[in-house]
């Protein structure tokens, strides 16, 4: 099963910082939209933040708006999260999504990581 | 942005069928053809199950089906197996220009 592998999860303290990445060993990236996704124990999927295949827009939940920031390196095939001020409400499982081709505005992410845990601890 | 609204759990025998809800508002799933469906097991990673309110992934068996009328799309699911057990999200685009996406509350499918 083609797969996107995530790393650089771990346990930090509040207000501190962690940088996840993503990448796309056997998967096509370039051209294709990128998501995170994160799921706190016990509780669903929430949207964290979406960046468009040339790196040309980058969007964000209101939750880690102005912590967080998204970004790629199409020649490597990954994708990238770094987390500032992190508080313990951004505890969760993170995922990395890809996104459709075309029709960016879809929420069509089709293929998914496994997951990095990150946790927010004093 | 809201999240959109699932009921917590629904449940159905083997061979039955089932739908599951999703209602959001005239910003969102009512405005869109951008509503999509995803299946999670425990532990495991989301799957697609639906996109564009009705369409298929290649590999995704015909039992799932998508609609929408006004606010609400709907996941209905034909011949419930053991095997679609499951937390169920519906996400739409939510237009804008800063979140553009949302997820539902989820549903906890039981299979009698």
């Known amino acids: 099963e083609v797969q996107l592998v995530e790393s650089g999860g771990g346990l930090v303290k509040p207000g501190g910082s962690l940088r996840l990445s993503c990448a796309a060993p056997?998967?096509?990236?370039?051209?294709?939209?990128m998501n995170w996704v994160r799921q706190a124990p016990g509780k669903g999927l929430e949207w964290v933040s979406c960046?468009?295949?040339?790196?040309?827009?980058?969007y964000y939940a209101d939750s880690v708006k102005g912590r967080f920031t998204i970004s790629r390196d199409n020649a490597q095939k990954s994708l990238y999260l770094q987390m500032n001020s992190l508080r313990l409400g951004d505890t969760a499982v993170y995922y990395c999504?890809?996104?459709?081709?075309?029709?960016?505005?879809?929420?069509?992410?089709?293929?998914w990581g496994q997951g990095t845990m990150v946790t927010v601890s004093s | 942005q809201s999240a959109l609204t699932q009921p917590a759990s629904v449940s159905g025998s083997p061979g039955q069928s089932i739908t599951i809800s999703c209602t959001g508002t005239?910003?969102?799933?009512?405005?869109?053809?951008?509503v999509s469906w995803y299946q999670q097991y425990p532990g495991k990673s989301p799957k697609l199950l639906i996109y564009?309110?009705?369409r298929r992934p290649s590999g995704v068996s015909s039992r799932f089906s998508g609609f929408r009328s006004g606010n609400t799309a709907s996941l209905t699911i034909f011949g419930l197996q053991d095997e679609d057990e499951a937390d169920y999200y519906c996400?739409?685009?939510?237009?804008?220009?800063?979140?553009?996406?949302?997820f539902g509350t989820g549903t906890k499918l039981t299979v009698l």
């Open positions: 056997e998967v096509t990236f370039s051209g294709y939209s």
């Open positions: 960046i468009t295949s040339s790196s040309s827009y980058t």
């Open positions: 564009e309110i009705s």
């Open positions: 999504a890809r996104g459709p081709a075309v029709a960016a505005a879809s929420p069509a992410f089709d293929i």
């Open positions: 996400c739409s685009y939510a237009g804008g220009s800063t979140s553009p996406f949302v």
């Open positions: 005239s910003s969102d799933v009512g405005s869109y053809n951008l």
